[in-house]
């Protein structure tokens, strides 16, 4: 009971008594104090969620306002960009582009974070590598970034800013935890049940058991509390991934540090209808000269859950390789 | 992704701007770089694509591939920026890179040297606003 109301589900304290009382001897007086001490319990539990549901909506409100207000703040950025000649005032806008689209990552974030709803819906399908650019932008170390060419494939529209900020929130994790010399790349392949980006950093990497911390918390976002503040991140991924039933998956990288692979479902995919007339043909060193993708593993019987547990490699990746007082700080996730 | 930047904004049903409009930042495209490798490069500069270089470096990103192009036929830096939807400081990095590598040749306008030419850009400006 105490469960579905945590869900945000409607339960009259009165009809859940558990044990139906007939007998009035110390047995049926025990029953009774027992459903006594669950219709307590309860009714505070419904008192809770109604708090919650304040709360959350109290987020929603605020949040919204913000949301508007940086994205009229963004209008005016861009019609000061356009014109300026000046290469000096020039990179001030952007630094301020910059922030007032972190802003706005933030704004939405909060927006997904209070569960009342989705982002405003586009219905025109979006360029897949326009969605990640978005997402590199709202990155705070965005110049460290490399994506390799992503094909023609264009993205819902309904998912396009959900899915913006859920591979934000992935490639930020990646370059808060790697060294800032290194890049992070995105590299894009379709599978067999979608397209899977792989967005993999040079950072020292977690331990298995981090890893396996790490991937159920994906797996499971639980009802927004204090504890989910200090670990944004990994909670809006999770409930944008649930909500689009998008795969999220932590691994170790072979250059050390993790690779986080994202599966978007076909149903959000479909192929360009306008074929650029100029694009080139897909870059030979690219992805295909990588290391081959573990299909198999991707394909498994895990795939209907929307995430899968780590597997781990032992053979090419020494669990100790993390170890240490580095690990425990790369644990930690974004924000 | 033809179009370059513009990719999104095909839907005349939209109220407000597409998502792309709105979702993509210019200061990505250059990774925060403003300042030109090049250093006459003006509004009315003309870019051809170079000769042999049609078939365009895996390196380039996407507007870059979009300006190689474009530049199949002569066209001016502001043309670039126009069709490309991209604040003309963006386009000057982008040409400019790819003049240094060769891919792309650049015209300047013979005369005299650059920015002397403020009171013609005005009345060029002025004799635009009168069309319209």
């Known amino acids: ?21 007939g007998s009035r001897d110390e047995i049926g007086q025990v029953a009774r ?28 409100n605020l949040a919204r306002r913000s949301q508007g207000l940086v994205d009229r703040q963004l209008e005016l950025i861009d019609e000061l960009e356009r014109g300026e000649a000046d290469p000096n005032r020039l990179e001030e806008l952007f630094r301020i582009d910059h922030l007032a689209t972190r802003m706005r990552r933030n704004a939405e974030n909060l927006v997904v974070l209070s569960g009342t709803e989705q982002l405003r819906r586009w219905s ?5 590598a326009d969605v990640i650019e978005a997402a590199v932008a709202e990155v705070e170390e965005y110049a460290r970034v490399r994506v390799t060419a992503m094909g023609e494939l264009t ?69 927004t509390d204090i504890a989910v503040s200090r670990m944004m991140g990994f909670h809006v991924v999770g409930r944008l991934a649930a909500r689009h039933g998008i795969g999220v998956q932590l691994r170790h990288s072979w250059y050390g540090g993790v690779t986080a692979l994202v599966l978007l479902p076909d149903r959000l995919l479909s192929q360009a209808t306008e074929q650029a007339a100029f694009a080139p043909p897909w870059p030979a060193n690219g992805a295909a000269a990588r290391e081959p993708f573990p299909l198999a593993e991707v394909t498994g019987p895990a795939l209907a859950t929307g995430v899968y547990l780590p597997l781990r490699r032992h053979a090419a990746q020494p669990s100790d390789r993390a170890g240490g007082g580095d690990a425990a700080e790369a644990g930690e996730p974004v924000e | ?20 409009r709105r979702y993509r930042r210019p200061y990505t495209v250059t990774g925060g770089r403003t300042h ?39 066209v001016s830096v502001a043309e670039i920026s126009a069709r490309l939807d991209l604040p003309i400081g963006v386009t000057r990095v982008l040409v400019g890179d790819m003049a240094l590598e060769g891919l792309v040749l650049l015209y300047r306008p013979r005369s005299a040297p650059a920015r002397s030419d403020l009171a013609l850009l005005e009345r060029v400006l002025y004799g635009l606003r009168n069309i319209s």
Not at chain 1, 33 to 58: C, Y
Not at chain 1, 206 to 222: F, Q, V, Y
């Open chain 1, 124 to 128: 025109e399908p979006v360029p897949l």
């Open chain 1, 33 to 60: 104090a027992f459903n006594e001490v669950h219709r307590v319990a309860t009714r505070v539990a419904t008192e809770q969620a109604a708090l919650r549901k304040s709360i959350g909506d109290l987020f929603h």
């Open chain 2, 36 to 74: 030109p490798a090049h250093d006459d490069l003006e509004l009315e500069t003309l870019v051809q694509a170079a000769l042999g270089a049609s078939s365009p470096s895996t390196r380039l990103g996407r507007e870059q591939r979009s300006i190689a192009a474009l530049c199949q036929e002569v």
């Open chain 1, 1 to 21: 009971v105490i469960e579905r109301l945590q869900r945000g589900e409607v339960v009259d304290p009165d009809e859940e008594a558990p044990l139906q009382v």
């Open chain 2, 1 to 20: 992704m033809s179009g370059g930047v513009g990719t999104g904004d095909g839907g005349p049903g939209g109220a407000g701007r597409p998502w792309s």
């Open chain 1, 155 to 223: 993205l819902s529209g309904q998912a396009a800013s959900d899915v913006a900020h859920l591979l934000a929130e992935v490639v930020e994790n990646a370059t808060s935890f790697s060294p800032p010399s290194t890049v992070v790349e995105v590299v894009g392949s379709p599978v067999a049940s979608g397209y899977v980006l792989e967005i993999e950093d040079r950072g020292l990497g977690m331990s298995d058991a981090e890893l396996i911390e790490a991937n159920k918390r994906l797996a499971t976002p639980s009802a």
